[in-house]
């Protein structure tokens, strides 16, 4: 079998860029994206804006839609005629029972699972692209296997993605690695082979990596748990620089320098966000203590115990700055995305430091440069126990200048570049004095800040004034 025709189930942040990546590369192979949403579709099927912002993302979709690439709410069809297709369907955390807040939520696996076993026919190749439990694909495989028709049959592969929010288009097409895990059967390697051979349209066969498929699972969750570790670790350091005088930048440079170590993520900020870190080192804990593994457990929690930890250092270090009260004033919040870059907000510390000053009573000015002014109003709503507070006291604003004026505070959650090249004069003469700036994640000119006449506080430097 040559792969001809591609399903993805599920049109989000990760089926949505990847299959438009792979359609650019591979213009032999028909690609058609699925999703239950029917905003979300006619949202990918829009010139004017798709439903998630990545650089150079929109280009890419106007040259390969139409042509081998397709946006659809038919799910049954393209499933029908597909060789093979993705499950990339959203994996959050559960919010109820036992392992609410902790265990992944597979219900919309089970779902895409149930949808293939009613409707496919023939040979098919299912690819797990969404972070699973190792493990996963046993029970995928069970719900195929229990609809089998006399006519089907399924091969399973792990091929988790890798990409980051901001920088997706990139990433897919220059990536450090594609991973595929697959059965040691005959049959199994195969289609490992099937599917490497769509990737080697552009990636260099050197960089596709093939394991077995519980491997593969695991990676992906511990790949999560090494970046997100490396960001608490030099968190929990910027603590003791601003209790010492040591400088996080200095340290982290000074270590990153180390070939063992390497220089990348090791940039100490406000705290890390995003849809993915959090819930998949809790389903990490989660699955080691369900293997009776505590003490492995409790090691991966720490990272995330850590970054809480900062969030909250950061959020009360402002109240602190401002003379321990920030009851009725007016603070300016620049960022609400968990990163430059995208309008994504899933757990955003953006929405962990404002629902904390909200809570003491702040009057929040907040602009983003891509998060829609309604997605920040819920973000807060369901974050704050009483929306009236967000109705009374929360201005989003459409620039940073009119955010700023008259605040007494500034607050930098996110690293936009645009934040970096604000005309601070103007800005200074136009907040209420003294005037305030806490910069969360290290981006701006603080010796030049302070010549302004800005009170200036950051992450791993004390600062004196
Ligand atoms: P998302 O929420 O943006 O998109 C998932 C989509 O799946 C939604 O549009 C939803 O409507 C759709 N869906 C759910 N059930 C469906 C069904 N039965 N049929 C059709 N459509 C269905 O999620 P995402 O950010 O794209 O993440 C997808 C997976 O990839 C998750 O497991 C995530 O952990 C993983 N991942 C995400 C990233 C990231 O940066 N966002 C990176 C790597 C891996």
Redesign the pocket.
Known sequence: MVIQKICC???????GPTCSVMALKCPDIEITV????KD?IAQWNSNEKLP?FEPGLMEIVQQCRGRNLFFSTD?VSAIRKADLIFI????PTKTFGMGKGRAADLK?VE??AR?IAENAEGNKIVVE????PVRAAESIMNILKANNKPNSSYQILSN??????GTAVQDLLHADRVLIGGEETAEGQEAVRQLSWVYEHWIPSSKVVTMNTWSSELSKLAANAFLAQRISSINSLSAVCEATGADVSEVARAVGLDTRIGPKFLQASVGFG???FQ??ILNLVYICECLNLPHVAAYWQQVIDMNEYQKSRFAEKVVSSLFNTVTDKRIAVLGFAFKKNTG?TRESPAIYVSTHLLAEGAHLHIYDPKVEPHQIVDDLNSSTMDPDIVNRNVVIHSDAYSATKNTHALIVCTEWDEFVTLDYEKIYADMMKPAYIFDGRKILDHDFLQNLGFHVQTIGKKMHR
């Open positions: 189930i599920g049109a989000g942040y990760v089926g699925v999703d239950l949403s979300r998630i799910i990339s369907v959203n994996t919309y779902g895409a949808m692209k969404s972070t699973v988790p993605e890798f990409l980051a929010e995003g849809s993915c819930k998949d994504d």
